[in-house]
Every structure is written in C-alpha cells, then in structure tokens.
C-alpha cells in the first residue's frame, strides 16, 4: 500500500487569499464605517440632548 501523500491539482488562488485587484487611487466606500461612526454622532447627540433636558429640568424643580 502506498502511503505518499499524491498530488491532487488544485486551483493556485483560494477565494480567501485572492489578491486585490480594485484601483488604490479609487475612494474607498466604507459603507459599514460610516453606519457606525453616523450611530456614534446620533447616540452623542441624544446623551447632550438627555442630559441638557435632565439639567433644565432639575434647574426648574429647584428654582420653584
């Protein structure tokens, strides 16, 4: 019984180390970037606004 391990033709290039071929110079479209970074202004924005309303309205309560 032959026991080498035998040659079997695969492709040269797998799907998960294929070579980038899209032109560098192009603009990169992160699309997933900027959902994140737009859902991280829009969380902030709500945190300043909650907490100027939470402000105001303790400013009111104690001025009464």
């Known amino acids: 019984m032959n026991t080498e391990h035998t040659e079997r033709h695969h492709s040269a290039i797998h799907a998960a180390t294929a070579v980038d071929r899209s032109n560098p110079r192009a603009p990169r479209r992160g699309i997933a970037k900027d959902i994140v970074s ?4 829009l969380r ?8 100027a309303c939470i402000g105001l309205t303790a400013l009111l309560i104690n001025f009464e």
Do not use: E, F, K, W
Not at 38 to 41: K, L, V
């Open 44 to 51: 902030t924005r709500i945190g300043v606004i909650a907490a």
């Open 38 to 41: 737009s859902g991280r202004r």
